[in-house]
Protein backbone atom coordinates (compact mmCIF):
# COMPACT_ATOMS: atom_id res chain seq x y z
CA UNK A 1 0.00 0.00 0.00
CA UNK A 2 2.59 2.48 0.84
CA UNK A 3 4.90 1.22 -1.78
CA UNK A 4 1.92 2.03 -4.37
CA UNK A 5 1.54 5.82 -3.25
CA UNK A 6 5.25 6.31 -3.23
CA UNK A 7 5.48 5.00 -6.94
CA UNK A 8 2.57 7.43 -7.81
CA UNK A 9 4.01 10.34 -6.42
CA UNK A 10 7.29 9.59 -8.51
CA UNK A 11 5.44 9.03 -11.70
CA UNK A 12 3.61 12.38 -10.86
CA UNK A 13 6.72 14.57 -10.33
CA UNK A 14 8.30 12.85 -13.20
CA UNK A 15 4.94 13.94 -15.01
CA UNK A 16 4.85 17.38 -14.23
CA UNK A 17 8.72 18.29 -14.67
CA UNK A 18 8.46 16.50 -17.95
CA UNK A 19 5.47 19.62 -18.91
CA UNK A 20 7.26 22.48 -17.66
CA UNK A 21 10.32 21.46 -19.85
CA UNK A 22 7.55 21.63 -22.45
CA UNK A 23 5.97 24.57 -21.02
CA UNK A 24 8.73 26.79 -21.67
CA UNK A 25 10.52 29.09 -19.22
CA UNK A 26 9.11 32.89 -19.76
CA UNK A 27 12.06 34.63 -17.53
CA UNK A 28 14.49 33.03 -20.31
CA UNK A 29 11.77 33.92 -22.87
CA UNK A 30 11.78 37.49 -21.81
CA UNK A 31 15.72 37.74 -22.31
CA UNK A 32 15.04 36.00 -26.16
CA UNK A 33 12.65 38.95 -26.71
CA UNK A 34 14.37 41.51 -25.80
CA UNK A 35 17.24 40.80 -27.99
CA UNK A 36 15.32 39.18 -31.08
CA UNK A 37 11.80 41.08 -31.21
CA UNK A 38 11.86 44.18 -28.84
CA UNK A 39 13.35 46.35 -32.02
CA UNK A 40 10.02 46.11 -33.89
CA UNK A 41 7.90 44.90 -31.16
CA UNK A 42 6.18 46.15 -27.99
CA UNK A 43 4.43 44.79 -25.41
CA UNK A 44 2.07 47.49 -24.74
CA UNK A 45 -1.67 47.23 -25.86
CA UNK A 46 -2.72 49.70 -28.56
CA UNK A 47 1.41 50.36 -29.22
CA UNK A 48 2.67 49.35 -32.86
CA UNK A 49 6.01 49.63 -34.10
CA UNK A 50 7.50 48.30 -37.05
CA UNK A 51 5.55 45.07 -36.40
CA UNK A 52 2.36 45.11 -34.40
CA UNK A 53 1.80 45.38 -30.84
CA UNK A 54 2.98 41.52 -29.05
CA UNK A 55 0.20 42.23 -26.51
CA UNK A 56 -2.45 39.66 -25.84
CA UNK A 57 -0.92 37.65 -29.41
CA UNK A 58 -1.63 33.71 -27.92
CA UNK A 59 -4.85 33.48 -29.02
CA UNK A 60 -5.33 36.12 -31.09
CA UNK A 61 -6.27 36.17 -35.41
CA UNK A 62 -3.62 36.99 -37.44
CA UNK A 63 -3.90 40.75 -38.36
CA UNK A 64 -6.28 41.74 -35.73
CA UNK A 65 -4.72 44.53 -34.15
CA UNK A 66 -6.27 47.87 -34.99
CA UNK A 67 -4.10 50.58 -36.55
CA UNK A 68 -1.46 49.06 -37.78
CA UNK A 69 -0.96 48.27 -41.37
CA UNK A 70 -0.51 44.74 -42.48
CA UNK A 71 0.89 43.27 -45.29
CA UNK A 72 -1.84 41.56 -47.39
CA UNK A 73 -0.74 38.06 -46.52
CA UNK A 74 -0.40 38.77 -42.86
CA UNK A 75 -4.05 40.51 -42.86
CA UNK A 76 -5.62 37.15 -44.76
CA UNK A 77 -3.88 34.40 -43.55
CA UNK A 78 -6.60 33.49 -41.26
CA UNK A 79 -4.42 31.75 -38.52
CA UNK A 80 -4.97 31.80 -34.50
CA UNK A 81 -1.33 32.21 -32.79
CA UNK A 82 -1.78 29.70 -30.60
CA UNK A 83 1.44 27.81 -29.42
CA UNK A 84 1.49 25.30 -31.96
CA UNK A 85 1.06 28.21 -34.99
CA UNK A 86 3.34 30.34 -32.77
CA UNK A 87 6.41 27.63 -32.89
CA UNK A 88 5.83 26.88 -36.56
CA UNK A 89 6.22 30.75 -37.43
CA UNK A 90 8.75 31.79 -34.89
CA UNK A 91 11.03 28.87 -36.54
CA UNK A 92 10.46 30.06 -40.26
CA UNK A 93 8.25 33.46 -40.59
CA UNK A 94 7.87 33.18 -44.51
CA UNK A 95 6.91 29.13 -44.39
CA UNK A 96 3.80 29.74 -42.11
CA UNK A 97 2.77 33.71 -43.95
CA UNK A 98 4.34 33.82 -47.33
CA UNK A 99 4.73 37.02 -48.59
CA UNK A 100 5.28 38.54 -44.74
CA UNK A 101 6.70 41.84 -44.04
CA UNK A 102 8.15 40.46 -40.91
CA UNK A 103 11.87 40.50 -42.29
CA UNK A 104 13.32 37.96 -39.49
CA UNK A 105 15.15 34.62 -40.56
CA UNK A 106 13.91 32.89 -37.60
CA UNK A 107 14.57 31.37 -34.43
CA UNK A 108 15.94 27.93 -35.22
CA UNK A 109 16.62 26.65 -30.99
CA UNK A 110 13.45 24.92 -29.98
CA UNK A 111 14.03 25.76 -26.52
CA UNK A 112 13.98 29.19 -26.76
CA UNK A 113 11.09 28.93 -28.93
CA UNK A 114 9.54 27.51 -26.58
CA UNK A 115 10.93 30.00 -23.84
CA UNK A 116 9.96 33.13 -26.42
CA UNK A 117 6.36 31.71 -26.40
CA UNK A 118 5.45 31.01 -22.12
CA UNK A 119 6.66 34.52 -22.22
CA UNK A 120 4.13 35.90 -25.00
CA UNK A 121 1.73 34.32 -23.01
CA UNK A 122 2.08 36.48 -20.06
CA UNK A 123 1.88 39.53 -22.22
CA UNK A 124 -2.56 39.95 -21.86
C1 LIG B 1 12.75 43.48 -38.30
C2 LIG B 1 11.52 43.70 -37.55
C3 LIG B 1 10.90 42.50 -36.85
C4 LIG B 1 11.48 41.61 -35.98
C5 LIG B 1 12.94 41.55 -35.53
C6 LIG B 1 10.42 40.74 -35.53
N1 LIG B 1 9.23 41.07 -36.13
FE1 LIG B 1 7.41 40.17 -35.85
N2 LIG B 1 6.59 41.35 -37.26
C7 LIG B 1 7.24 42.39 -37.93
C8 LIG B 1 6.35 42.97 -38.90
C9 LIG B 1 6.68 44.11 -39.85
C10 LIG B 1 5.13 42.24 -38.80
C11 LIG B 1 3.88 42.43 -39.66
C12 LIG B 1 3.95 41.41 -40.78
C13 LIG B 1 2.98 41.60 -41.92
O1 LIG B 1 2.05 42.42 -41.84
O2 LIG B 1 3.21 40.93 -42.95
C14 LIG B 1 5.32 41.23 -37.76
C15 LIG B 1 4.36 40.33 -37.37
C16 LIG B 1 4.48 39.45 -36.31
C17 LIG B 1 3.45 38.57 -35.83
C18 LIG B 1 2.03 38.46 -36.39
C19 LIG B 1 1.17 39.44 -35.62
C20 LIG B 1 -0.29 39.50 -35.99
O3 LIG B 1 -0.99 40.30 -35.34
O4 LIG B 1 -0.77 38.79 -36.89
C21 LIG B 1 3.96 37.89 -34.77
C22 LIG B 1 3.26 36.85 -33.91
C23 LIG B 1 5.33 38.32 -34.60
N3 LIG B 1 5.61 39.26 -35.56
C24 LIG B 1 6.19 37.88 -33.61
C25 LIG B 1 7.53 38.20 -33.54
C26 LIG B 1 8.44 37.68 -32.54
C27 LIG B 1 8.03 36.78 -31.38
C28 LIG B 1 9.69 38.15 -32.84
C29 LIG B 1 11.02 37.83 -32.16
C30 LIG B 1 11.49 36.48 -32.36
C31 LIG B 1 9.55 39.02 -34.01
N4 LIG B 1 8.23 39.02 -34.40
C32 LIG B 1 10.59 39.71 -34.61
C33 LIG B 1 8.54 42.79 -37.72
C34 LIG B 1 9.48 42.13 -36.94
Known amino acids: MCKRILLMSV ?3 VAM ?3 AAMAGDAGAGKAVFQSSCSICH ?3 S ?3 KIGP ?3 GVVG ?3 GSVAGYSYSPAN ?3 ELTWDNATLDKYLESPR ?3 PGTKMTYGGLKDPTKRADLIAYLDTLK
Request: proline share 0%; glycine share 12%.
Open 53 to 55: TLF
Open 95 to 97: AVV
Open 75 to 77: EKA
Open 60 to 62: RKT
Open 17 to 19: SGS
Open 42 to 44: SVQ
Open 11 to 13: VVG
Open 46 to 48: GQN
